[in-house]
């Protein structure tokens, strides 16, 4: 069981608010000025990853004092209860295990009176030996041609985990393999990837834990229809181009998939943290089964790295602790995760899920409606794009917004010069946004100006900054360094919900509008007008209806 802290009540929270209002106005150049050894005091380096915390609004007592509050909070023997498997979701009564997916320990881990670990070897040597039969080629389509096509067909964490990462490893993708996904009821996502797929060839991946989710069952049903169509009305192909992720077998078999072709998880296995899980077939049938592996034992040093680091040398810790600084101290709305890398190009959107639907909750552990502010908005575009969109606000706005600068040290090509600018963006933009630009330096650059074109331009060209960033810099992002960053997050999510007192590892928050569409759904198959929903909905809902009968 999770103790129910209120943190606004902790000592320590009274303490940060007293100490912030010291802090608040402080710059970061004087504290840098002041202080040579900020970069070695505010940075941790675990083997291949390099957090520096160095660029934001603290001094070693704001350190001391967020950690304070982090021990007040009990986080510690959270931790544990996470490890261990205690039931921890309680408002789904159940535990929160998926860091046991990549626990390679040989000891037990026992849940429910059952070793769960025995559960996953078995179920990870399933997905093994079909990764490599689907590579050798003995694992056929219908008529005997080798599977080349992967379609994964699932939603929210049964698509974005698998699609971030295998974006992420595109450099390890076993030649040959052609990999997609669908996730939108949008008709046109299945449609427009139907147009590439060769039906002698491909193998549709149908990923939901509750193998209810109305998006993934409508694709699911299209693909099937396309598939038998293909093979003029020939059911029993689905049997070698379809296989399901999914924890519910019943509603597997019913939908016409034999057990046999299904690759299990468990409840205990939270959505938005499944790709370790079969949900993570796609990425092994990818990249080869031994990368999936090592992407696995990323993850597995991150988490002894999380449970076993004091607070202070902890990333993820850290990382919780800083967004807390900022979302409930300096107010700020949101957090942007900038990756100055292109193979990361999905991590943003990924963790909006990861982030957002763990922690964005207004209801703490005690049932009682909460009064500070819980999880940021989470968004973000890989850099240097997004300089040339909107780093402009983040620069020179008004709202103040803490970012993740994400980049690696070696790349995944030769050309090293693209390299060399884009790290050299990657580290001039945080420099940039901590010191700004004053007054005297503007006028510097621009004393040649005549004195009243001068005047005119100086307030626009200066910068305050004092605006910051965690920069975490990664030797190579092969699968290992991505599985420990992505588990690097996921503890950090971790951190912020058990700190905010909120209830991370449920999302009842996406019910409600499901129910809505469900009971509009049937208004939308006749042309009758409507008038049982507010006005606006029945306005649009009408205007819809002529517009489609033109
Ligand atoms: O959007 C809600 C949600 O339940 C997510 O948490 C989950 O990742 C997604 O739907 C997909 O669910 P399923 O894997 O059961 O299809």
């Known amino acids: 069981m999770l103790n129910n802290i209120n943190p606004v009540k902790t000592k320590a929270w009274q303490k940060l608010q007293t100490h912030f209002e010291t802090v608040k106005s402080q710059h970061m150049r004087q504290m840098f000025e002041s202080d040579p050894q900020r970069f070695s005091k505010f940075s941790i380096l675990n083997d291949e990853i390099l957090l520096d915390y160095s660029k934001n609004r603290i001094n070693e007592q704001s350190v001391e004092l967020l950690i304070e509050f982090a021990k007040e909070c009990k986080l510690e023997s959270a931790i544990e209860a996470m490890f261990k498997g205690e039931k921890i979701n309680e408002t789904e009564g159940r535990a929160v295990l998926h860091t046991a ?52 067909i699932g939603i929210g964490g049964s698509d974005l985990g698998p699609v971030m990462v295998t974006e992420a490893l595109k450099p390890y993708w076993i030649k040959g393999i052609e990999t997609y996904y669908v996730s939108n009821v949008d008709g046109a996502h299945i449609f427009e990837t139907l147009k590439k797929l060769d039906h002698e060839r ?133 957090h942007s995760i900038l990756c100055y890398d292109q193979y990361l190009h999905r991590f943003a959107a990924y963790l909006q899920q990861g982030d957002m639907e763990s922690n964005g909750k207004s209801v703490d552990r005690n049932g009682k409606s909460i009064d500070y502010q819980t999880g940021s908005i989470i968004w973000g575009e890989p850099g240097t794009n ?48 901590m010191k700004g630009k004053s007054e005297s330096e503007v006028l510097e650059e621009i004393k040649d100006l005549a004195p009243e074109k001068r005047d005119k331009i100086l307030p626009y060209k200066v910068f305050k900054g004092n ?84």
Request: glycine share 6%; charged share 20%; proline share 2%.
């Open 101 to 152: 997916l990549r626990n390679f320990t040989d000891k037990e881990l026992i849940h429910e009176d059952v070793n769960i670990l025995n559960l996953i070897r078995k179920e990870q040597d399933k997905m093994k030996s079909f990764t490599q039969k689907l590579h050798s080629g003995d694992w056929k389509g219908h008529s005997g041609k080798k599977i080349t096509q992967i379609v994964n």
């Open 202 to 334: 491909c193998l549709f991946m149908i990923a939901s834990k509750t193998f209810t989710t109305q998006e993934t069952m409508t694709n699911a049903d299209t693909a099937k229809k396309w598939l038998i169509e293909k093979y003029n009305g020939v059911d029993s192909v689905v049997k070698s181009h379809f296989v399901a992720l999914s924890t519910n077998t019943e509603a597997v078999r019913s939908y016409g998939i034999d057990p046999k072709n299904m690759f299990e998880f468990w409840d205990w296995v939270g959505g938005r943290f499944s790709l370790w899980s079969s949900i993570g077939l796609s990425i092994a049938c990818t990249i080869g089964y031994e990368n999936y592996e090592s992407l696995l034992r990323g993850a597995e040093k991150m988490d002894k790295h999380f449970r076993n680091s004091d607070f202070k040398n902890n990333m993820p810790v850290m990382l919780a602790l800083l967004g807390i600084w900022y979302n409930n101290f300096f107010k700020c709305e949101t």
């Open 386 to 433: 997004g300089q040339h969109a909107f780093y402009q606000l983040i620069h020179q706005g008004t709202k103040l917004i803490p970012s993740d600068f994400i980049a690696a040290a070696i790349p995944h090509h030769h050309l090293q010069d693209h390299h060399n600018k884009l790290l050299a963006n990657f580290f001039a933009q945080t420099e940039a946004l």
């Open 467 to 550: 605006i910051p960033s965690n920069s975490i810099l990664i030797n190579k992002l092969s699968p290992e360094v991505m599985g420990s960053l992505v588990a690097l997050y996921e503890h950090k999510i971790f951190v912020q919900g058990i700190l905010f007192n909120v209830y991370s590892f449920d999302q009842w928050g996406v019910q409600l509008g499901k129910q809505v569409a469900q009971g509009i759904l049937p208004e939308l198959e006749n042309d009758l007008q409507i008038d049982s929903h507010l006005s606006s909905t029945n306005g649009l809902i009408n205007t819809f209806k002529k517009f489609r009968n033109g």
